[in-house]
């Protein structure tokens, strides 16, 4: 069974600068497609990015384009979600979740979820 679990997550004011990590345990991460996701509350869940086991990511939030980057160290079974530039908004917490069969936008092609990590970005 894989385990994920994130940490990084805080408050921080707008224009800061925040990464992500989630640790993969189970089995080796280098095989996974690992994604990150965020929920509001109130909000539906919705995907960030996605990294193949070839290291090439995949944003899904046209708002984010340009200030976030997903990177993955599987010597280290972690993978990370870097947040530049941050902007004011309601709090979200943050989740990974693994793949072994591609990326993809919807929860639902996840079997393997971590608890979350809460992100506010308030001044």
């Known amino acids: 069974q894989l385990h994920l679990v994130e940490s990084g997550g805080g408050l921080v004011q707008p224009g800061e600068s925040l990464t992500l990590s989630c640790e993969i345990s189970?089995?080796?991460?280098?095989?996974?497609?690992l994604a990150w996701f965020r929920r509001a509350p109130g909000r539906e869940r919705e995907a960030v990015s996605c990294?193949?086991?070839?290291?090439?990511?995949?944003g899904y939030s046209v708002d984010d384009r340009g200030r976030f980057t997903t990177t993955r160290d599987d010597d280290k079974n972690k993978v990370y979600l870097e947040m530049t530039k941050l902007h004011p908004e309601q709090p979200a917490t943050y989740s990974c979740?693994?793949?072994?069969?591609?990326?993809?936008?919807?929860?639902?092609?996840?079997?393997?979820w971590g608890q979350g990590t809460q992100v506010t970005v308030s001044s």
């Open positions: 979740a693994a793949d072994l069969y591609g990326c993809n936008s919807l929860p639902s092609g996840f079997p393997f």
């Open positions: 990294i193949n086991p070839r290291g090439q990511s995949t």
């Open positions: 189970g089995y080796t991460s280098e095989y996974y497609y």
